[in-house]
């Protein structure tokens, strides 16, 4: 157990719509990323939060958005989905300082859009 | 991007030293090497890290070349359980590339 919290697991939805992913760091973390992962793909780095600034910016699409708020969890929004988003989306936090230790995964949220 | 270069897969036969390579040929010099492996699509597993000196730990050992240009992590007596594609980020930590798909076989 990594100690970072994804939900949902699962997420079945229908093209055009919009859903959010919720991801709780570990305790004292202050940094959460997210990344993308589709079907036997690599990790695509999306966005990074630091202490509830943004960070810095990977492959984030406009219609993606994403919030680090005051109690440090995070969301992912997507929006007008489209068949191509589907794919696991995970979660990962980190320690104090920006850029440096080791990174923490949650399990991923696997959506899927019809 | 990734500034980091793997070979795509490599197979490994099982109580054999798996030993994968990784170029990061612009990293700087306060810059850390980072390896990670993704079990299945399970979430990417910390393994080691390094920045000039060999590390090892209960998992793996990690050999830095002197000019920093490339490293080897090592697993020294792989089993199947190790099978997973392996990750070496550099240098801001938090961008993966493809990473090498590593077979261990019996």
């Known amino acids: 157990d990594s100690g970072v919290t994804q939900t949902p697991k699962h997420l079945i939805t229908a093209t055009g719509q919009r859903v959010t992913l919720r991801c709780s760091p570990r305790s004292g973390d202050l940094s959460v990323y997210w990344y993308q992962q589709s079907l036997d793909q690599g990790l695509q780095f999306l966005i990074q939060y630091y202490n509830g600034e943004e960070r810095a910016k990977g492959n984030i699409l406009e219609r993606f958005s994403a919030q680090q708020f005051p109690d440090l969890h995070s969301e992912l929004n997507l929006s007008s989905l489209e068949l191509g988003d589907s794919a696991l989306y995970f979660c990962?936090?980190?320690?104090?300082?920006?850029?440096?230790?080791?990174?923490?995964f949650g399990e991923g949220s696997r959506l899927t859009v019809l | 991007d990734a500034k980091t270069t793997q070979p795509p897969s490599m197979d490994c036969a099982e109580g054999r030293a798996a030993n994968l390579p990784c170029n990061h040929s612009t990293i700087s010099g306060n810059e850390y090497v980072y390896w990670y492996r993704q079990i299945h699509s399970q979430g990417p597993q910390y393994i080691i890290h390094g920045l000039k000196n060999n590390e090892t730990n209960e998992m793996a050992s990690l050999i830095i070349t002197e000019d920093r240009k490339s490293s080897t992590l090592i697993l020294p007596h792989a089993t199947l359980r190790d099978t997973a594609v392996y990750y070496c980020i550099a240098p801001d930590g938090m961008r993966f590339g493809a990473g090498t798909r590593l077979t261990v076989k019996p």
């Open positions: 990962a936090s980190s320690g104090r300082v920006p850029n440096t230790g080791e990174l923490f």
